[in-house]
């Protein structure tokens, strides 16, 4: 086990509504990223934040966002939902010590379905 | 552009049997990392390895070995003497410089081992 908790494991919305998952990082970690897994795809880097701001972002809209909070834990927040963002929505921490590449570890998702 | 190509959709096997996992990807950065991950039916991404670019050495970790060719751009993975415990579907990613928790992932390649 990785130590990250995500939480719902699992959630159904109504197309429009909004959502908002969560997740606890790994003791130790300063850094969360959100990814996006479609059924039968790899995932998709949605955003990452160190210390508590937005540190990168992949090509998702704003309607995706995020928070990251004083005990390293997160949301990702995601407005109007659409049929196609039904998916694992996976959540991973890592310790970030300088200008390098971290291994990521990773929760075992929030399954989104949206109808 | 970077890209992940895993050509090999779905993989079976018997057990014992050793199989490999190809793995090429694209990228214009001269300092990258590659890694590989796990992922089983629980959803979690288990992390296996991250190698980065200067380091061309290949490695084994038990019955597992990755073989880096900057040559021909792949980084492929073997699994020797497989177990039904092996079944699960296994990521490449890479992650340019100073991209920390951004991964490129591949689309998978789902390892089914049979007893």
């Known amino acids: 086990e990785t130590g990250v908790t995500q939480s719902p494991t699992h959630l159904i919305k109504t197309r429009g509504q909004q959502v908002t998952l969560r997740c606890s990082s790994q003791?130790?970690?300063?850094?969360v990223s959100w990814y996006q897994q479609a059924l039968g795809q790899g995932p998709q880097f949605i955003f990452q934040y160190y210390r508590e701001e937005e540190n990168g972002r992949g090509n998702f809209p704003p309607r995706f966002s995020g928070l990251q909070f004083p005990n390293y834990s997160s949301e990702l927040n995601v407005n109007a939902l659409e049929l196609d963002d039904s998916a694992l929505y996976l959540c991973?921490?890592?310790?970030?010590?300088?200008?390098?590449?971290?291994?990521?570890?990773f929760g075992s998702g929030t399954q989104l379905s949206v109808l | 552009a970077q890209k992940v190509t895993q050509a090999q959709t779905e993989i079976s096997v018997v057990e014992k049997e050793d199989v490999t996992l190809d793995c090429v990807y694209e990228t214009r950065d001269t300092t990258y990392y590659l890694f590989w991950y796990k992922q089983p039916p629980s959803g979690e991404l288990v992390f296996l390895i991250r190698r980065n670019s200067f380091d061309e050495q290949n490695e084994i970790s038990g019955r597992y070995s990755w073989n880096f060719q900057k040559s021909t751009s792949s980084f492929n993975f073997t699994i020797t003497a497989s177990q039904v415990v092996d079944s699960a579907v296994y990521f490449c990613a890479l992650s340019g410089n100073n991209q920390g928790g951004k991964l490129i992932f591949g689309q998978g390649t789902e390892l089914s081992v049979k007893p």
């Open positions: 991973a921490s890592s310790l970030r010590q300088g200008p390098t590449n971290e291994k990521l570890f």
């Open positions: 003791s130790g970690h300063n850094t």
